[in-house]
């Protein structure tokens, strides 16, 4: 057996998407494939950034890459997120996905990139790799709430794939210290298990004030982010809820939504500690991990 990592090709890519949906989608009772949900990722033009460990055509392990610039209180980084690690079950337990993501990292650090971080509950598979975990996230949930019937004046909702992505960027530009600015591309991906993604944005038009990024799974609403002047939460607070039985909300613990949606929404909340990072240069320090937290909507 001559084990080799290399890049995918397009047509191990249309292999391999059935067998991440398998195992990531569709045992987990979810629906979407891959494909769809991260459109720049599983792409043919993005075959150079999914890896795989191979014997000829046939794959052992892969692992799926994203590049992303990451500004924080003054800082530039290069960040690499690493997704949908991958082994054949009957191949499990021979340090096939270990080799991969050993042979990864080398690379992501020949080619300048300074981090690389990835969400996992088994951490401790990744731990024996040099991988820390670190992770500010949190998660709040509550049910059904009673919400006025009439949405407030200036709010408008909208599938996110018809928006104005440029207000949305200008407002994170204006209101976030930490951020992985996007492109028309990364508002293109529905994380999991979303079906689809709705924009709430409140303003005047042309200064929007705020905005949030809600998701929809059937009667459970996800809400990824809300960012803006702090006025504008209470405003776009009954159009989030609106319509679910549930309610999800992804944040970080230094957020100045998560002080807001403490106040008296009745989320319940719980720690979500799935983040781990590689320092792969001097200017990643353990330290920079503890306090980075990246937003649920950009992760693969």
Not at 5 to 17: G, I, Y
Not at 46 to 51: I, K, T, W
Not at 90 to 111: I, K
Not at 257 to 263: G, P, T
Request: charge should be negative.
């Amino acid at each position: 057996m001559s084990l080799v990592v290399r890049t995918a090709s397009p047509a191990d890519l249309e292999r391999l998407v059935p067998q991440l949906d398998q195992q990531f989608v569709f045992s987990r009772g979810r629906c979407v494939s891959l494909a769809q949900r991260f459109p720049a990722v599983y792409s043919a033009e993005n075959c150079v950034n999914v890896f795989l460990l191979a014997d000829d055509d046939q794959v052992m392990s892969a692992l799926a890459c994203k590049h992303f610039d990451w500004v924080c209180r003054g800082g530039h980084w290069r960040g690499a997120m690493i997704g949908a690690v991958h082994t054949q079950t009957e191949l499990r337990g021979h340090g096939f996905a270990s080799r991969l993501m050993e042979e990864v990292a080398e690379r992501l650090r020949a080619g300048g990139v300074e981090f690389a971080v990835l969400w996992t509950a088994v951490p401790a598979f990744y731990a024996r790799l040099g991988w820390i975990s670190a992770d500010r996230g949190v998660l709040g949930k509550i049910g059904q709430t009673q919400i006025p019937t009439a949405p407030p004046d200036g709010v408008i909702k909208m599938p996110l794939d018809a928006a104005d992505l440029s207000h949305i960027e200008r407002i994170r530009q204006r209101w976030c210290d930490c951020r992985a600015p996007r492109r028309a591309d990364d508002y293109r991906q529905l994380p999991l298990p979303a079906e689809s993604v709705d924009l709430i944005m409140w303003g005047d038009g042309i200064d929007y004030a705020g905005y949030a990024l809600v998701g929809n799974a059937g009667e459970t609403g996800i809400l990824y982010e809300m960012i803006g002047h702090p006025d504008a939460f209470p405003v776009l607070w009954p159009d989030i809820c609106r319509g679910y039985r549930q309610l999800l909300a992804n944040d970080t613990t230094d957020s100045a939504s998560y002080r807001w949606l403490c106040q008296g929404t009745g989320l319940v909340w719980s720690t979500k500690p799935l983040a781990t990072w590689l320092p792969l240069s001097a200017t990643v320090t353990v330290e920079h991990a503890a306090r980075w937290y990246i937003p649920y909507f950009d992760r693969i």
